[in-house]
Every structure is written in C-alpha cells, then in structure tokens.
T-cell receptor, first 112, second 113 residues
Framework: NAGVTQTPKFRILKIGQSMTLQCAQDMNHNYMYWYRQDPGMGLKLIYYSVGAGITDKGEVPNGYNVSRSTTEDFPLRLELAAPSQTSVYFC???????????FGPGTRLLVL | DQQVKQNSPSLSVQEGRISILNCDYTNSMFDYFLWYKKYPAEGPTFLISISSIKDKNEDGRFTVFLNKSAKHLSLHIVPSQPGDSAVYFCAASASSGYSTLTFGKGTMLLVSP
C-alpha cells in the first residue's frame, strides 16, 4: 500500500514550457486534490475531484488543468509555465467522509 | 482574506515542556478542524482532528481544544520531543458541500533537547 505517490520529485521548466505532474493513489479514494505551497504560506487548493470524470476549481486554478479518467490517477497539467508557478505541489486524496486527506511527498517545480 | 489564521510563524520549546500552537478562524460555517504536521521535503501528515460538537479531543501526547464562541482552536503537545520539530498546519472545513480544506500558513515548532 503506497498511499499517494507523485512524480517527478523535482523539475526545472523554462518559461512557456508545459508539463504534467502525476499523482496516483491506491486507497480507492473518491476525492483527490491538488495544492500548491509557496514559501511561508499555507497550502492553496488548485483543483479537486470528487470522482472519476468530475473535477472542479479550487482557490487558485488559473494556469492549470486537470483530468480524472480513473479513480487512481489525477494529473495536473501546466500549459504555459510562468515564474509565478514556481512552488511545491502536493496531491492528496480522501474518502470524503472523514475529511482527513492523505498527502503525497510533493513535486518541487522551478520555472525560470 | 485569510479564513484560517496561525499568527505565530514559529515557536521554540524545550524538550519535556508543553507546546501550544494556536489557530483562529473567521468562517462560522467551519465545523471540522484538523492539524497536520509537515517535515521538510515531505507531504503533510494528519495529526488530529476535532468536530464542532466537541470541545476537546485527545490522542496520546496531542490534545486539540476548540472554543467555538471565540473561533479559536489550539494544539497542545505534552511532553514535547525533539522529533516533534516540524511545521504544523491548522485546517478547517464546512460539512456542507464538498469536503475541501482551508489551511493556515503554518507554525514552525522547534523543540530543543
């Protein structure tokens, strides 16, 4: 039981490049989330999903896209990377009932 | 506007003493509160939670107190251990609608031997 896994751990992007941050969970959770954490700040919700095929925007969705084709996977897409997207990205999942979210180890992204 | 506030960016405590981390919230719809602990280069891990129907919840060395009238909660760690040194995030959610969490900025706890 790996919990929530994220790849890559670290990535450097040039301005304007695109990439997909991968997230997978093996706990059969319906709810999945993407957060970003900037230095000295709390976690801010980017997108979330309440089940396969259902996604919704969080607090800071601009510049990102998501899809949820399976229960296990919830990739986050950056289409045109900007320096403001330099951050640490965390994926999380929950069963939606207990409100407890389980987090992955994070992806550190640097946009130059 | 921050709905969940952790006004102390850092806290230093000696080993064996009590650590008290505070959290205030402004949204009266919040009815479920959680504390997460985060070590460097790792994701946050769930520590303890409390529902608004309670005013206290204990789990070993960790106790969370909730004062609904003051919109304030606190996490007590007794006794504090060096391994408790981490960033602690307070989070809140409202039971209506989807279960998204609102996080505070975190408090870095340093427990010295």
């Amino acid at each position: 039981n790996a919990g929530v896994t994220q790849t890559p751990k670290f990535r450097i992007l040039k301005i304007g490049q695109s990439m997909t941050l991968q997230c997978a969970q093996d706990m059969n959770h319906n709810y999945m989330y993407w957060y970003r954490q900037d230095p000295g700040m709390g976690l801010k919700l980017i997108y979330y999903s309440v089940g396969a095929g259902i996604t919704d925007k969080g607090e800071v969705p601009n510049g990102y896209n998501v899809s949820r084709s399976t229960t296990e996977d919830f990739p986050l897409r950056l289409e045109l990377a900007a320096p403001s997207q330099t951050s640490v990205y965390f994926c999380a999942s929950s069963d939606g009932l207990e409100e407890t979210q389980y987090f992955g180890p994070g992806t550190r992204l640097l946009v130059l | 506007d921050q709905q969940v506030k952790q006004n102390s960016p850092s806290l230093s405590v000696q080993e064996g003493r009590i650590s008290i981390l505070n959290c205030d919230y402004t949204n009266s719809m919040f009815d479920y509160f959680l504390w997460y602990k985060k070590y460097p280069a790792e994701g946050p891990t769930f520590l303890i939670s409390i529902s608004s129907i309670k005013d206290k919840n204990e789990d070993g060395r960790f106790t969370v107190f909730l004062n609904k009238s003051a919109k304030h909660l606190s996490l007590h760690i007794v006794p504090s251990q060096p391994g408790d040194s981490a960033v602690y995030f307070c989070a809140a959610s409202a039971s209506s609608g989807y279960s998204t969490l609102t996080f505070g900025k975190g408090t870095m706890l340093l427990v010295s031997p």
